[in-house]
Nanobody, 113 residues
């Protein structure tokens, strides 16, 4: 079955940058629509960005102009480039596939001075 593994999280100062990666196994990435989500403890999970199999990208308003989602089908990898990070971006970030719907384990991003 499809499995997703995120990596790249860590601690970064406000205004800094960080790139998250999601490796897809058990499936062919080029046939999947992929999404990034984030969640703060005690809060509902929030959709962040999407990339379709035709490479159309969408973003939630709070990250437009700062985040960029990319896919490398040959490497079965989806990335989220995060720039100009703010403390409110702090969350656990999850990779998610559509049809089938599968979630990764999440990677922590902390934006703090």
């Amino acid at each position: 079955q499809v499995q997703l593994v995120e990596s790249g999280g860590g601690l970064v100062q406000p205004g800094g940058s960080l790139t998250l990666s999601c490796i897809v196994s058990g499936g062919v990435l080029r046939s999947l629509d992929m999404r990034w989500w984030r969640q703060v403890p005690g809060k509902e999970r929030e959709w962040v960005a999407s990339t379709t199999q035709t490479r159309i990208s969408l973003y939630t308003n709070s990250v437009k102009g700062r985040f960029a989602i990319f896919r490398d089908n040959a490497k079965n990898m989806v990335s989220l480039q995060m720039n100009s990070l703010k403390p409110e971006d702090t969350a656990v970030y999850f990779c998610n596939s559509v049809e089938p719907t599968v979630w990764g384990q999440g990677t922590q991003v902390t934006v703090s001075s």
